[in-house]
């Protein structure tokens, strides 16, 4: 029996005190801890010093071990081929994929949800905190230079027939009146942070004379008197490794010459980078350049 004044926890068999209700204790009742726990279902079987002791030493053996590079791999190999296994079952990766639908149509149907995403307007506060954070990681020579190389992967192009589907999906939707309605309500969203550093950018060269479109279906910005528009290639959108098949500058380029609109891609390079050099190139771009 432990000593008198410690963290104790009272056997509710013979009404001793110990640290823990061992087995071994159990034993001379004749019970084992399965027995225990069922008969006294809210008695601890750890005291406090003991539970915060456990957790102490297998978070210290937890941190050794994965900091142990031999021991890292062998877990990741694992849990890699596990999960491989698992989502290369048929019936598993569709009783995922409905589980998943089923969770979203759910969402959307929710007003709280499908409202509040589109109607979700940034503080002014809000907008300086991303902004500066921004401003900072591009600041940082390690993270441009990543980016850099992220935004310099050659990008899979669309083949022709995905090109196509795509295209007669957008004027589908635009021929259906709701969808309209739907997309001219849209154009009230405000801009995020980044969207909101590049109008702050083209009003500076270009006062009043670009708006932001708020559509994610069509350009971002539009020129109030010309046929021209600007794509901004975000960070998240627009990350290749999050949508794989976005289609590439090119493509984006030669969809709003179909439609008569000449398009010019921006990217956080051009946002975050030299005023004077953003500022000349959109200025080739609309002297027609």
Request: proline share 5%; net charge negative; hydrophobic share 30%.
């Amino acid at each position: 029996m432990a000593e008198a004044g410690q963290d104790l926890i009272q056997c509710r068999r013979c009404g001793f005190s110990y640290k823990r209700i061992t087995a071994s204790h159990l034993a001379t009742h004749k019970m084992s801890l399965l027995d225990y726990e069922l008969r006294y279902p809210d008695a601890p079987i750890m005291s406090e010093e003991d539970r915060s002791n456990q957790a102490a030493v297998m978070s210290r053996v937890a941190r050794e071990c994965w900091t142990d590079p031999s021991y890292y791999s062998r877990r990741v190999d694992s849990m890699s081929q596990t999960m491989g296994v698992y989502w290369n079952r048929p019936e598993n990766s569709k009783r995922q994929s409905e589980r998943m639908t089923k969770r979203l149509e759910e969402m959307w149907k929710d007003p709280l949800y499908s409202e509040g995403y589109f109607i979700r307007q940034w503080t002014e506060e809000e907008r300086g905190i991303q902004s500066d954070r921004m401003r900072k990681n591009w600041g940082d020579p390690e993270f441009r230079s990543m980016m850099l190389e992220i935004l310099s992967k050659p990008r899979k192009p669309l083949g022709r027939e995905h090109k196509e589907s795509i295209r007669q999906t957008k004027r589908r939707q635009w021929e259906d009146p709701d969808f309209v309605k739907g997309q001219l309500e849209a154009r009230g969203i405000s801009p995020n942070s980044e969207e909101t550093d590049c109008l702050i950018r083209l009003n500076r060269f270009f006062p009043n004379q670009w708006e932001f479109t708020g559509d994610r279906s069509r350009a971002d910005f539009t020129h109030k008197t010309l046929p021209k528009v600007i794509n901004y290639n975000g960070s998240y959108w627009h990350d290749e490794e999050e949508f794989p098949d976005r289609p590439t500058d090119v493509e984006i380029v030669e969809f709003f010459r179909e439609w008569g609109l000449g398009c010019l891609v921006l990217t956080p390079l051009d946002i975050y980078g030299d005023e004077e050099i953003f500022g000349e190139k959109v200025r080739r771009f609309l002297n027609g350049g």
